[in-house]
């Protein structure tokens, strides 16, 4: 299903299938009760996400000193350039559905028949099968093929992993760029857990994604965000207590009092190791590990790095957007 306005192909909005749907709650099943080897091999190989808590330290180690992360890397570049720099890029060319056809290979199977597989599963998509996706469409077998080889390798650190995960007392999972309009089936499998909407200003988030094209990112994230404020709102009064929002924003600049109030919702007081890692990480005078000198720069920089013409474009682009999040618009800051 496709959303269409004056400029069709920045504007796209697809629905995530029921199988889609059940995929993601076997990915949160799998992360809450530690069954790492059920999670894609994208989730196990991205230095970034290991680093977000040293209950995965050991884990990083064995990868390093195995060489998955550059064996992973290699993979990924068989369709990186191929599939463009910005959302938009990479659905024109359909890569998101050849991905997930890629996921349905059987294991083992030769390029032909690898290739063979993907054309069937984005053809049942509506796909039309021309010269630029058949290039695609051996890419992808490729990378799939390789990361067999790697999913061969990866299986002694994950044993590490799952030892670690199975003894810790809180488990916190961050998923990115999720539709909320998807979250409805997640809590319905998972009503124990607590959930949190977290954002961030959307031109933020457009520069951080494109540099180059700023306009072009906004153009397909505002939409997006909009329905997302739409879902969280839905989902807040169907799931009272259930579902909060907490802006990036207001943890960057007040990271003490705002995660006083995240820990309390759960019932809890901050630990002290957090808070010690707060300090000497968000507004440190020496750069922590994990985080800029200064937060508040990080909240802000936008509107140092965006051309004022593109941020008054932005105020129409991510207008409503803005005003149900709580963002200022330029035309507000500029005066």
């Not at 404020?229 to 009064?237: A, D, G, N, Q, T």
């Not at 994990?290 to 936008?302: E, H, L, R, S």
């Amino acid at each position: 299903m496709f959303e269409q306005n004056a400029r069709p192909h920045l504007s796209f909005y697809r629905v995530t299938g029921r199988e889609e749907k059940l995929q993601l709650q076997e990915f949160f099943s799998a992360m809450l009760e530690c069954h790492v080897n059920k999670l894609p091999l994208e989730t196990m190989t991205q230095p970034y996400f290991l680093h977000q808590s040293s209950a995965l330290a050991t884990y990083h180690s064995c990868a390093i000193s195995r060489k998955l992360f550059s064996m992973a890397k290699t993979c990924f570049e068989y369709v990186w350039n191929a599939c463009g720099e910005t959302a938009q890029e990479s659905v024109n060319h359909s890569c998101p559905a050849l991905s997930r056809a890629a996921k349905s290979i059987s294991k083992g199977s030769d390029l032909a028949s690898a290739k063979r597989q993907i054309k069937d599963a984005v053809t049942s998509e509506g796909i039309l099968i021309n010269k630029d996706i058949r290039e695609l469409t051996e890419l992808f077998a490729r990378r799939e093929q390789c990361f067999w080889k790697v999913k061969k390798e990866i299986q002694p650190c994950l044993g590490i992993t799952e030892d670690n995960c199975s003894s810790s007392t809180l488990r916190v999972l961050e998923i990115n760029r999720m539709k909320m309009e998807d979250m409805d089936l997640v809590i319905e499998a998972f009503p124990d857990l607590y959930y949190f909407y977290y954002t961030r200003d959307p031109r933020a988030i457009s520069l951080s994604r494109s540099k180059k094209h700023v306009i072009d990112e906004a153009r397909y994230l505002c939409p997006r965000m909009l329905r997302d404020v739409v879902e969280f709102r839905k989902l807040k009064r169907k799931y009272p207590g259930l579902i909060h929002h907490v802006r990036y924003e207001d943890f960057a600049t007040n990271p003490v009092s705002k995660s006083e109030e995240v820990y309390g919702l759960l019932g809890y007081s901050p630990p002290a190791q957090w808070m010690s890692f707060v300090e000497s990480n968000m507004h440190s005078e020496q750069r922590g590990k994990y985080q800029v000198v200064d937060a508040n720069d990080t909240a802000t920089k936008w509107m140092h790095r965006i051309p004022a013409a593109d941020l008054w474009q932005m105020d129409n682009l991510c207008g409503k957007v803005l005003d149900a999040l709580g963002y200022p618009r330029y035309s507000t800051l500029a005066r």
